[in-house]
């Protein structure tokens, strides 16, 4: 009985002991297979898991003013993360409180504690991508570069810098809405998504590998470089837009406006040198929320007065200086009243009297008394104009005008003498400029732009040549007599009260009544616009007021929007004025500071040749460009930025580690530290340009 327990327990033993040893040689038979016989298999099933392609994001093209000012730029912003795993364990803890000290000192925000502890953290657990810092600057990340531990480099110090790129607009908010904005999830506005194409450039690829917290790179070289996005240089004037702006604000300010936008162009080339749309936020505080100048369209009112003027006289159904019977200001059309806003003061004036007091009912009766029977002659001066069809302004948005016609549903009887003083149509104040523009233009009507030009690294790739895009809209003597009503309006008409002793102008007030679901009378909200141009007689620019809603009791355009014009006005052609007189002085170079192969460039374009050479990287040169001075740039002390223009101090500033903040504008006058004296990396400086 017991010999049998035996043999049993024995076989038992043994049956185990085969299973344990053919499931060994199984296992060692399937570890085989799968490293030697399928290996190749596994380990690209694995790359393909761990490792892809990533999308590198090119540096974003650059929007420029009309003087080469930056209005929208990229930044570089690192991302600087830290391989533990590949640094050497007695270089660690020899260097580890250093590093710590150094990056306190960089980023004072944190304590070296806080550093160290991070590092430490990230050695125990082998961490292959832990985040040191986020927001780093270009010279900020190249400082860190020298830091004990990281300046072994990526494969022995662990250290990573992962550039990205931040947009800014270092004009601030002007013309912000018009500059526009794009981010990945949303297609944007203004010129920032009209040519989304060239700026945006093209993206790059690179392999990176999956790790615990995202992605890390595999090379430092990439597959495919990203090639940079190409620069937009637009017409924008800045000095322009912020007295567009400004003086806007004011007026919103003062009325309690809803809305308004202001347009600034060229006469001669439709270049559009400025345009402003602030809306409401709260009360008192407005910011560029939507493009009114180019998507909003409204009846103008008065304004339009301007084309039924130009049918007028190029039919030559009357003169400027012919007298009128306007019946005490009221006539009645098919039982329909319209009256002008003085009726009963006058039974009669001249044509151009009529145009500058604005009367509805001289211009309706012209308009009426001439065209009734044939309403599509009238209609065709205005489509001559191109009121029937947008203008085709680079931004997008820009909606189709309304322009009533004898063969709408909408058009009645009542249609054309509403029509002829600006009701009964849509218009954006774009269209309308444009409008306004080609008939002081001597009759040449050109479109209006705002993007000159597109360059890659400088060189011309696309140029918005103007000149091919005009055509006549009326006669040279038409245009001649309308500069004579539209001057008038300031001597004796609407606009009296902002002439100016500076500059001679003209134009057209246009005050319209906004309908509502209820109609005109019980709506009570205007708009009030301004078209005009200056000098008078032989323009230079043209503007475009709205003040949209204004509630503070006060809502005509004389005493609304026209301020606006005059001070916008006065003030450009101050401004242009000193620099005709500027330009005619200046017969060299004035005395500059800055990099001297950029001052050589210039001069070379000027037609200078500078008598002396420099090895110097910065340089200061005298009136005659006869002599330089050296510039020094030295580790440890602060340099001599007078006369340097803002981006060759920054530029030094930012070699030499320091903060710069800067005022004002043109070259430098005044720095803090002074000259020479002692400086420490991240140390502040202050500069103040005149």
């Not at 022995?156 to 526009?180: H, W």
Request: aromatic letters at 10%.
């Amino acid at each position: 009985m017991a010999n049998n327990i035996k043999k049993s327990i024995t076989w038992r033993v043994v049956f185990g002991m085969g299973v344990v040893v053919l499931f060994a040689f199984w296992v060692s038979f399937q570890m085989f297979r799968i490293q030697l016989v399928e290996g190749n298999k596994w380990l690209v099933m694995s790359d393909s898991i761990t490792i892809r392609h990533q999308d590198i994001s090119p540096a974003r093209g650059n929007i420029y003013s009309d003087n080469g000012s930056l209005l929208s730029t990229s930044m570089p912003i690192y991302e600087i993360r830290w391989d533990a795993t590949v640094v050497n364990d007695d270089t660690f803890h020899f260097y580890v409180n250093e590093l710590a000290q150094q990056l306190a000192r960089l980023f004072p925000d944190k304590t070296s504690l806080y550093y160290k502890s991070k590092l430490n953290t990230a050695k125990k657990s082998k961490s292959r991508y832990v985040l040191i810092r986020r927001k780093v600057n270009y010279h900020e990340q190249k400082t860190m570069r020298d830091f004990p531990i990281f300046r072994k480099g990526r494969y022995r110090g662990g250290f990573m810098a992962e550039l990205n790129t931040k947009r800014v607009k270092p004009a601030g908010n002007l013309a912000f809405r018009t500059i526009g904005y794009r981010t990945k999830d949303n297609l944007g506005v203004g010129l920032e998504r009209t040519y989304n194409d060239d700026l945006g450039g093209v993206k790059g690829k690179r392999l990176v590998q999956k790790i615990s917290g995202g992605y890390r790179p595999l090379n430092d070289e990439n597959l495919i470089e990203p090639k940079n996005g190409r620069d937009i240089h637009t017409t924008i004037n800045i000095d322009f837009q912020e007295i567009a702006q400004r003086s806007l604000e004011k007026s919103l300010i003062k009325h309690k406006a809803d809305h308004g936008c202001v347009i600034v162009m060229k006469v001669s080339t439709g270049e559009i040198k400025a345009i402003s749309n602030l809306s409401k936020r709260e009360e008192g505080v407005y910011s560029e929320q939507y493009n009114y100048s180019i998507g909003e369209s409204y009846e103008p009112g008065s304004v339009w007065k301007v084309f039924s003027a130009m049918a007028a006289f190029e039919d030559e159904l009357i003169s400027p200086n012919d007298s009128m019977d306007i019946q005490n200001g009221v006539r009645e059309y098919f039982g329909k009243k319209m009256q002008d806003s003085d009726k009963g003061r006058f039974k009669k004036m001249s044509f151009k009297q009529a145009f500058a007091r604005s009367s509805n009912v001289a211009f309706s009766s012209v308009i009426f008394d001439n065209y009734s029977s044939k309403p599509s002659n009238y209609i065709s001066y205005l489509k001559k104009l191109d009121l029937d069809k947008p203008t085709g302004i680079e931004i997008l948005g820009e909606p189709d005008p309304f322009l009533n016609h004898p063969a709408s549903s909408s058009w009645s009887q009542l249609t054309l003498p509403w029509l002829a003083i600006g009701y009964e149509n849509q218009h954006t104040p774009l269209q309308l400029l444009t409008a306004y523009n080609g008939i002081i233009n001597d009759g040449i009507m050109i479109r209006p732009q705002i993007v000159s030009s597109v360059t890659d690294a400088g060189i011309i790739i696309k140029e918005n040549n103007n000149s091919n895009k005009t055509v006549r809209v009326c006669s040279e003597e038409t245009s001649k007599k309308i500069k004579e009503l539209t001057a008038e309006v300031f001597i004796s008409g609407s606009a009296r009260n902002v002439r100016s002793d500076v500059v001679t102008m003209g134009g057209k007030t246009g005050t319209a009544q906004i309908a509502s679901s209820s109609g005109y009378q019980k709506a009570k909200m205007y708009n009030a616009s301004f078209v005009g141009h200056f000098p008078a007689m032989k323009p230079e620019y043209s503007i475009y007021v709205m003040v949209n809603k204004p509630s503070n009791g006060i809502f005509y355009a004389s005493y609304v929007a026209a301020p606006v014009f005059s001070e916008v006005a006065k003030k450009i052609f101050t401004i242009s004025v000193k620099k005709e007189v500027v330009d005619s002085l200046i017969y060299k170079p004035n005395y500059h500071a800055g990099f001297f192969k950029d001052i050589k460039i210039i001069n070379n374009q000027l037609g200078y040749i500078m008598d002396e050479n420099s090895s110097a990287d910065f340089v200061r040169v005298n009136s005659n460009n006869s002599m330089t001075e050296d510039v020094v740039v030295e580790e440890g002390k602060m340099p001599d930025f007078r006369n340097f223009g803002v981006k060759d101090a920054v530029y030094v500033s930012e070699l030499l580690g320091l903060k710069p903040i800067v005022a004002g504008r043109g070259r430098v006058v005044e720095q803090s530290p002074k000259p020479g004296a002692v400086i420490h990396k991240s140390q502040t400086v202050y500069i103040r340009l005149n």
